[in-house]
């Protein structure tokens, strides 16, 4: 079993610098307009040669209410004609998509985002579903894993019957906080009924996993206050939990505005707060997986942590990480062999492209060899908390320290710090340095220092 992490504080305040989530890398960042559909064709064929397994992420954009915290790509309406257009386009991608695959290709993974996906209405997500099967392997004997995402507020008992009639197995619900305080200053008032009777539906649907999200560092949040949201949460025992860094960057999220920035806990509070939800999390038994995630010992994450199979991808965490990925919708991100591609953020421009029969790639980028390197190299340290150079030099036909040897001050100067152990094998990530595990990964990346860190978040 993986240490505990340690809390340390000087480490922390050394080393909470800006920084990539690393949910790919390259980073999105660095995906530019050179890359279209000629790219994801060619990608496409390879992926239909080799019979991978594939994972669907199916975006839809559509919100009743704005939050103010959101970064999300959405679009806010309480007109729900405004799906319709948006879903035609969205079943005409599926199929231009599609008839460059192959049946046989297995979807082991389908993860519905967004926005708020049940504000789809009951027909629609049907009629979504049913062409998705026409079009795709679906699996249906319950074995892959097919998640969506819940807002408490847009489902009941009858929505979570439908989903799990649909096939989905696993379900993700936004939280955030439950202090009607900070609920009123972000804009978003769910009760902690309405949150548990969604829950009781899951289970007694026998939904397979129950994810709840969390976010501190929203105005009016105090470690006391966020401690009772966090033992609230714990009393009903989801199977996962995602504790986000909320990341203030109103310049780039217009909704982010009606944010006070006086009311935003102080960097000492914040804190605190992250470091009361770990220990409140780790007495409750569960596992720290690592960048905001945590799971209980019998769940699918910690078991591949433990196995040192776990992987990360565009959708986070995932046992499915040798899949290809295709994006479905605006602003969705596939990786399918070496290419990464976005379709256009715009939803306009989504649907116009689409209508012309064309599908609506906007930017990419296709891995080169020093790309695919550092990418297993940040992998291995960002999902087991270790590296193995032989593995890394078997694999890529180097010698890691001689590649590497310009990172070997840096690596040391960690290693001094206690963040991680460092010797001529291996990179061990510390129990203090598994918090900073992002300021490890950093010192691999090669385009870091040519992008503007405002762009990310803190590592904590």
């Known amino acids: 079993m993986l240490d505990a992490i340690?809390?340390?504080?000087?480490?922390?305040?050394?080393?909470?610098?800006a920084g990539p989530r690393y949910t790919s890398y390259p980073t999105a960042v660095q995906f530019n307009s050179q890359v279209g559909t000629f790219d994801l064709f060619h990608a496409l064929r390879d992926s239909r040669k080799a019979l991978r397994p594939l994972s669907l992420y199916v975006h839809v954009p559509f919100c009743a209410n704005i939050c103010y915290y959101c970064a999300c790509n959405k679009v806010i309406t309480k007109d729900r004609g405004r799906a319709l257009p948006y879903l035609q386009r969205l079943e005409q991608e599926i199929q231009l998509i599609a008839c460059h695959l192959d049946p046989a290709q297995k979807v082991e993974q389908l993860h519905f985002g967004g926005g708020t996906p049940t504000f789809l209405s009951h027909d629609e997500l049907r009629q979504l579903m049913a062409h998705l099967?026409?079009?795709?392997?679906?699996?249906?004997d319950d074995s892959g894993d097919y998640?969506?995402?819940?807002?408490?507020?847009?489902?009941?008992?009858?929505?979570?019957?439908?989903?799990?009639?649909?096939?989905?197995n696993r379900v993700s619900i936004g939280l955030q906080d439950l202090d009607p305080a900070v609920q009123r200053a972000v804009n978003r008032l769910q009760s902690l009924e309405e949150t548990r009777a969604v829950i009781d539906a899951a289970r007694t649907l026998q939904f397979r996993s129950i994810n709840i999200d969390l976010i501190y560092g929203l105005p009016k949040q105090t470690p006391d206050n966020f401690a009772r949201t966090?033992?609230?949460?714990?009393?009903?025992?989801?199977?996962?939990?995602?504790?986000?860094?909320?990341?203030?960057?109103?310049?780039?999220?217009?909704?982010?505005?009606?944010?006070?920035?006086?009311?935003?806990?102080?960097?000492t509070q914040k804190l605190e707060m992250l470091q009361r939800t770990i220990e409140q999390l780790t007495a409750a038994g569960y596992r720290y997986i690592g960048m905001d995630h945590f799971a209980l010992?019998?769940?699918?994450?910690?078991?591949?942590?433990?196995?040192?199979?776990?992987?990360?991808?565009?959708?986070?965490?995932?046992?499915?990480?040798?899949?290809?990925?295709?994006?479905?919708?605006?602003?969705?991100?596939?990786?399918i062999g070496d290419l990464y591609c976005?379709?256009?953020?715009?939803?306009?421009?989504?649907?116009?492209?689409?209508?012309?029969?064309q599908l609506a790639t906007s930017r990419g980028l296709v891995?080169?060899?020093?790309?695919?390197?550092?990418?297993?190299?940040?992998?291995?340290?960002?999902?087991?908390?270790?590296?193995?150079?032989?593995?890394?030099?078997?694999?890529?036909?180097?010698?890691?320290?001689?590649?590497?040897?310009?990172?070997w001050p840096q690596l040391q100067g960690m290693a001094k710090d206690g963040l991680i152990e460092l010797d001529r094998e291996r990179i061990n990530v510390l129990p203090a340095g598994r918090l900073l595990v992002r300021s490890v990964c950093?010192?691999?990346?090669?385009?870091?220092?040519?992008?503007?860190r405002q762009r990310f978040s803190r590592v904590i």
Not at 147 to 168: H, V, Y
Not at 442 to 452: C, G, I, T
């Open 6 to 17: 340690r809390w340390d504080t000087d480490l922390i305040r050394r080393y909470d610098l």
């Open 133 to 140: 099967r026409k079009h795709f392997n679906l699996l249906n």
């Open 147 to 168: 998640g969506i995402e819940i807002d408490p507020r847009e489902a009941d008992w009858s929505t979570m019957g439908l989903l799990r009639e649909l096939g989905f």
């Open 230 to 267: 966090v033992e609230e949460v714990i009393s009903l025992q989801p199977d996962r939990l995602s504790v986000f860094n909320y990341a203030h960057l109103p310049e780039r999220f217009m909704p982010q505005r009606r944010i006070n920035g006086n009311e935003l806990p102080s960097p």
């Open 297 to 335: 010992p019998d769940d699918e994450l910690a078991i591949a942590q433990e196995e040192s199979t776990l992987q990360r991808n565009f959708q986070g965490y995932t046992t499915h990480g040798h899949c290809d990925l295709i994006g479905l919708g605006v602003s969705a991100i596939s990786q």
């Open 342 to 357: 976005q379709n256009s953020s715009d939803l306009n421009h989504y649907q116009n492209t689409l209508a012309g029969a």
């Open 367 to 407: 891995c080169n060899a020093d790309d695919r390197l550092r990418r297993a190299v940040i992998q291995q340290l960002i999902c087991n908390f270790s590296l193995d150079f032989a593995e890394i030099e078997r694999t890529f036909n180097i010698d890691f320290q001689g590649y590497f040897g310009a990172l």
């Open 442 to 452: 950093m010192v691999f990346d090669a385009y870091l220092e040519q992008q503007n």
